[in-house]
T-cell receptor, first 112, second 113 residues
Framework: LAKTTQPISMDSYEGQEVNITCSHN???????ITWYQQFPSQGPRFIIQGYKTKVTNEVASLFIPADRKSSTLSLPRVSLSDTAVYYCLVVLYSGSARQLTFGSGTQLTVLP | DAGITQSPRHKVTETGTPVTLRCHQT?????MYWYRQDPGHGLRLIHY???????DKGEVSDGYSVSRSKTEDFLLTLESATSSQTSVYFCAISEEQGSNEAFFGQGTRLTVV
């Protein structure tokens, strides 16, 4: 089963670019890499997903090397409102079903 | 926001009593999930469903059961609540193919005293 490992916490300052790396050494051929964001007292919110190389949307970029054993979520020019927990997730398949299994996440704190 | 509603939003119950949490969706999504979230543990999958009457266990299923008799409702039952089940419970839904984008409910804060 693919398990993810990411830093427990990170600090940054407003206006900086933040990169959060996740390792998933046992990722399966058909797994997608997905990132979620969670604010206190709310459910997680999908940010971005990718399979390989680079994916960019209006919120973030996701970089995935060729071996797919890790991925990096990049948040450009963070603001105080980006303070949240960020989860890296790979999909675990069980027969015809799909499990979405979260790791412990990375607490990002953006400082003024 | 995706049409997903959890009820109740808050509940206090006594040890040993049965408790049922309800997740209701209006999106007709195939997959539904129940998670619990505790400090220091992130989100842990309890049970999930991949269709009506099709459910499976997640990583922390002991002490919980689920039922899905129709597409829109996924019920989580604690047959005999214990203090260790005090937690915030989240329901999530997702489509079948092509995306790992899941939509989460607002959560249910359950306290077992």
């Amino acid at each position: 089963l693919a398990k993810t490992t990411q830093p427990i916490s990170m600090d940054s300052y407003e206006g900086q670019e933040v990169n959060i790396t996740c390792s998933h050494n046992n990722i399966a051929t058909n797994d997608y890499i997905t990132w979620y964001q969670q604010f206190p007292s709310q459910g997680p919110r999908f940010i971005i997903q990718g399979y390989k190389t680079k994916v960019t949307n209006e919120v973030a970029s996701l970089f995935i090397p060729a071996d797919r054993k890790s991925s990096t979520l990049s948040l450009p020019r963070v603001s105080l409102s980006d303070t949240a927990v960020y989860y890296c997730l790979v999909v675990l398949y069980s027969g015809s079903a799909r499990q979405l299994t979260f790791g412990s996440g990375t607490q990002l704190t953006v400082l003024p | 926001d995706a049409g997903i509603t959890q009820s109740p939003r808050h509940k206090v119950t006594e040890t040993g009593t049965p408790v049922t949490l309800r997740c209701h969706q209006t999106e007709n999504h195939r997959y539904m999930y129940w998670y619990r979230q505790d400090p220091g543990h992130g989100l842990r999958l309890i049970h999930y469903s991949y269709g009506v009457k099709d459910t499976d266990k997640g990583e922390v299923s002991d002490g919980y059961s689920v039922s899905r008799s129709k597409t829109e409702d996924f019920l989580l039952t604690l047959e005999s609540a214990t203090s260790s089940q005090t937690s915030v419970y989240f329901c999530a839904i997702s489509e079948e193919q092509g995306s790992n984008e899941a939509f989460f409910g607002q959560g249910t804060r359950l306290t077992v005293v």
